[in-house]
Nanobody, 126 residues
């Protein structure tokens, strides 16, 4: 079991930056592929970014590539999502997730993620 708690969301203007954090507790953090997903009002939840167990490899949705960076601090059992140049279309609830089953971080299906945080709201005004 692993418990995930997100923080860092808020209301920002377009063009601003924001960093989300996801603190993990429970089993060894490095056992899991870590991912970020988001869900905008009226839309399905979508993949944003993933980090391999080692933290060395990362993968991004095309919509955020070049603007968002996922990273993990193994010592702190925390994964981050640094977001730059935010756009109104980035407005969503952002979820952190952990997968013990994934081996390829390019597999973006949320069904393969075992544990989820409660989500943190990010609102970007025009």
């Amino acid at each position: 079991q692993v418990q995930l708690v997100e923080s860092g969301g808020g209301l920002v203007q377009a063009g601003a930056s924001l960093r989300l954090s996801c603190a993990a507790s429970g089993r060894t953090f490095s056992r899991y592929v870590m991912g970020w997903f988001r869900q905008a009002p009226g839309k399905e939840r979508e993949f944003v970014a993933a980090s391999a167990r080692s933290g060395g490899n990362t993968y991004y949705a095309d919509s955020v590539k070049g603007r968002f960076t996922i990273s993990r601090d193994i010592a702190k059992n925390t994964v981050y999502l640094q977001m730059y140049s935010l756009k109104p279309e980035d407005t969503a609830v952002y979820y952190c997730a952990a997968s013990s089953r994934l081996y390829s971080i390019t597999t973006t299906s949320e069904a393969l993620y075992d544990y989820w945080g409660q989500g943190t709201q990010v609102t970007v005004s025009a």
